[in-house]
Every structure is written in structure tokens, then in C-alpha cells.
């Protein structure tokens, strides 16, 4: 079946530090792919998505790029802010019909120390 | 536009009784789906309605149902509440349409507490 794994956290880094958050899956067919992050006693909020292969989704900083050959979907930014603590959620979408199920990873913590 | 709502934000109940939870989907999106997330399973699907029909369910038993009225809104009902039920219940709509990518756009969740 279809499925998404995300590295483990928590992730501390420094404010302005790089930030990584890997992310793989496996699905039949040419899934999209999301990012959602979600705060503290918040819902989750979409961050960026990707529909086909080599598209790169960015959004206030954070940019992931489709990769089909590796089947990852990994998260980045250049420089993280304090404002960035949060889980983030690597996620995927299957088919026209499987659209309203999002099949999510773990989640990753991160929380940036000033 | 406005976003999802979901209401109540807070619930506590006791075990046995039932529940009922509501969304309102953004304006113009008709597909609703439901998940349970707590922190030992993470996120996880419940079902999606779409134009008043299940459309895709998940793996959760028969006392987890759902439905959708005519204007979108959609509700969940858990009876028989176990202690287990306890969690963040997320509902997500989306804008359903071949040239979407299928993103879903989550409300703040309603917390449940079964005691």
C-alpha cells in the first residue's frame, strides 16, 4: 500500500541554521505531494505541494522538489527563524478518486533555539 | 475566504456515550474528509464525503460514521465512545476538480477527551 516516512525528531537547530526534514514514500501511480506544518493547539496548514515528477514547491522560504527516481519529496530552507517551531508533515495524495485521502508520515518536530 | 470551522474545539465525554462533531468546509469546496490524530497513530483517515456520498472510507470500526448535507457541511459521530477515542479530530476540505492536485485545507480540530 501507499505510505510515507519522514525522519525522526525532534530536530534543535540554531535560528538561521539550514534545515533538512527528509521525506520518502511509496505509491502506485503518480501521487501529489505536501507539505503541511501545524503549530502548537493548531490545525495543519498546507506549507507547499508538488504535483508531478521534478516540480518544486516553495512557500515562504521552504522548497521541496518531486523526485520519482528516489521517490522523495525532502523539505528545505536556507534559514530557519524561531517562527518556524513546529511539526511539519510529509504527506501524499494516490489517485483522482483516492484525492480526499492524504496518507501522512509521522511528522517531524522542529524547534529552532534563538 | 473563510476557512474551515469545526465545531465544538472542545469536548469531554464518558465512556458509552456518543459524540457528534460539525464542519464547514470553505465556500465552494465539496469534498469533506475526516481524520483522528493522536500521538501514538499519528495522522490518520477516517472517510471523505463528496456530493453526500462516502466516498472513501479508512480503517476504523462501524461506530465511527459520517455524513454530508446538501450545502457541504459535513458531521462525525462516534458512539459508543471508548477510552481510545480520546483525540484531535481534524477536518480538511478540498476543491475537488480534475485540475486540482487534490490539497486538502484543515480546520483547527476539535480535541476530544473520553474519561
Known amino acids: 500500500g501507499n505510505s510515507v516516512t519522514q525522519m525522526e525528531g525532534p530536530v534543535t537547530l540554531s535560528e538561521e541554521a539550514f534545515l533538512t526534514i527528509n521525506c520518502t514514500y511509496t505509491a502506485t501511480g503518480y501521487p501529489s505531494l505536501f507539505w503541511y506544518v501545524q503549530y502548537p493547539g493548531e490545525g495543519l496548514q498546507l506549507l507547499l505541494k508538488a504535483t508531478k515528477a521534478d516540480d518544486k514547491g516553495s512557500n515562504k522560504g521552504f522548497e521541496a522538489t518531486y523526485r520519482k527516481e528516489t521517490t522523495s519529496f525532502h523539505l528545505e530552507k536556507g534559514s530557519v527563524q524561531v517562527s518556524d517551531s513546529a511539526v511539519y508533515f510529509c504527506?501524499?495524495?494516490?489517485?483522482?478518486?483516492?484525492?480526499?485521502?492524504?496518507?501522512f508520515g509521522q511528522g517531524t518536530e522542529l524547534s529552532v533555539k534563538p | 475566504k473563510a476557512g474551515v470551522t469545526q465545531t465544538p474545539r472542545y469536548l469531554i465525554k464518558t465512556r458509552g456515550q456518543q459524540v457528534t462533531l460539525s464542519c464547514s468546509p470553505i465556500s465552494g469546496h465539496r469534498s469533506v474528509s475526516w481524520y483522528q490524530q493522536t500521538p501514538g497513530q499519528g495522522l490518520q483517515f477516517l472517510f471523505e464525503y463528496f456530493s453526500e456520498t462516502q466516498r472513501n472510507k479508512g480503517n476504523f470500526p462501524g461506530r465511527f460514521s459520517g455524513r454530508q448535507f446538501s450545502n457541504s457541511r459535513s458531521e462525525m459521530n462516534v458512539s459508543t465512545l471508548e477510552l481510545g477515542d480520546s483525540a484531535l479530530y481534524l477536518c480538511?476540505?478540498?476543491?475537488?476538480?480534475?485540475?486540482?492536485?487534490?490539497?486538502?485545507?484543515f480546520g483547527p480540530g476539535t480535541r476530544l477527551t473520553v474519561t
Open positions: 504527506a501524499l495524495s494516490s489517485s483522482y478518486n483516492q484525492g480526499g485521502k492524504l496518507i
Open positions: 480538511a476540505s478540498s476543491p475537488v476538480g480534475r485540475r486540482t492536485s487534490y490539497e486538502q485545507y
